[in-house]
């Protein structure tokens, strides 16, 4: 059973005595009863900006260990890469340790005495959690693992044991030396054995002594010379960071390294349609997952062909609208568009549509401004231009 909990995760601090402090909220914070942990565990949710009013969008799902000291990085990341258009949004899950992190986080006891619990707390994530967060939200099947320190060691321990589990594996400053490097002995075994091991696999390093750079260069050397045609990788290297800085700067880098040729730039505008749609399906061929022409590439496409070709430039946008209909952006560029082709009325209704929904999809109040400004130059302009 899931408890939501309003999850309160940062204050802005004001100035003293002169106003009360507003909370603000990143995600929500869940609680899931597991059998099979025999105990109840704490989960946070971030949701991308869009997922409030796209709801024909289906997103990829970044789980990430240690919840309750990664989740707030990793969903800024996730938020400002998308906004940059290196990523596509995603949904971030950020799964709660316990005190208990050894017992979950190591496949074998070592030499400890609580170690060997990572197959339970595996079948935790694939039996109970994912299957709960898939049946709440609109996912579309794409899952990433995010571990640091032991959580790395975890997320190693999943590729080999069960590589289908996750599409992608992001392992920072993973545990290397826990039971004589089995992490790098059972990768090893597993690419030995199974050549249909693929996805993405992603390892890096902070500053590190010379008996665990020893052990990260052993399984960079494992991933180098054993690992299956279908598995990209990258072993990246941050000698400037300490064990416990190097999350912040590897999650960007691993995400980068993971959606390598998605971003679509502005110069690319031009180049048209046919490029565009090749740009996103040469991503998709990479991932091994679709990713559609994004909102963003599609209105550009079309704005660069509103001066010398309207016509054809409606139709980009009458496809932009009906593949993205609760979008602000979305029913502005229709609304360009007919205006462009002196349709005045419709774009009128248009633009009053696009600053309904911006109002609608809580936008910032400068966006919302700026959706009104629009909204009212694209009615001034039949008087311009002396049209009835």
Not at 90 to 108: A, H
Not at 149 to 158: D, K
Not at 207 to 233: H, M, Q, S, Y
Not at 262 to 286: I, M, N, P, Q, V
């Amino acid at each position: 059973m899931l408890r939501p909990l309003t999850f309160l995760f940062l204050a802005l601090i004001c100035c003293a005595g002169t106003r009360a402090a507003e909370s603000v909220t990143i995600g929500q914070h869940y609680s899931i009863n597991s059998p099979t942990l025999a105990e109840d565990r704490s989960y946070r949710v971030y949701l991308p900006a869009s997922y409030r009013w796209a709801t024909n969008r289906r997103y990829p799902v970044l789980y990430v260990l240690d919840g309750q000291t990664r989740f707030a990085h990793t969903a800024a990341t996730a938020e400002t890469l998308a906004a940059a258009g290196d990523i596509p949004e995603m949904i971030v899950v950020g799964v709660d340790s316990t005190e208990q992190r050894s017992r979950d986080f190591t496949p074998t006891g070592g030499s400890t005495a609580t170690g060997g619990g990572a197959d339970k707390y595996k079948r935790f994530l694939s039996s109970e959690l994912i299957p709960a967060v898939e049946q709440e939200y609109r996912t579309n099947g794409y899952r990433i693992l995010s571990g640091h320190s032991l959580g790395g060691l975890f997320v190693l321990h999943c590729l080999s044991a069960e590589p289908s589990l996750f599409q992608a594996y992001v392992a920072i400053s993973p545990t290397l030396d826990w039971d004589n490097k089995i992490a790098q002995r059972t990768l090893q075994r597993t690419f030995e054995t199974d050549s249909t091991v693929k996805g993405f696999a992603y390892v890096a390093r902070s500053e590190d002594g010379t008996a665990a750079l020893a052990d990260f260069e052993a399984v960079a050397d494992t991933f180098k010379n054993k690992a299956p045609p279908g598995l990209r990788w990258q072993a990246a290297a941050f000698p400037q960071e300490t064990h416990t800085s190097a999350p912040l700067l590897a999650q960007v880098d691993a995400l980068r390294n993971l959606y390598q040729g998605y971003r679509f730039t502005r110069e690319d505008y031009a180049k048209g349609l046919a490029y565009a749609e090749e740009h996103f399906s040469k991503a998709s061929r990479l991932m091994g997952t679709p990713l559609p022409i994004t909102e963003e590439a599609l209105s550009g496409v079309a704005y660069a062909l509103l001066e010398s070709k309207p016509k054809d430039a409606a139709k980009l946008f009458q496809r932009n609208l009906e593949a993205n209909p609760n979008s602000a952006d979305a029913h502005l560029g229709m609304a360009d568009a007919l205006a462009k082709n002196g349709k005045w009325k419709d774009a009128a209704r248009e633009a009053d549509r696009a600053v309904a929904l911006a109002a609608e999809n809580q936008l910032s109040a400068p966006a919302q401004s700026y959706f009104k400004d629009r909204a009212a130059r694209i009615k001034e302009g039949p008087k311009k231009k002396g049209a009835k």
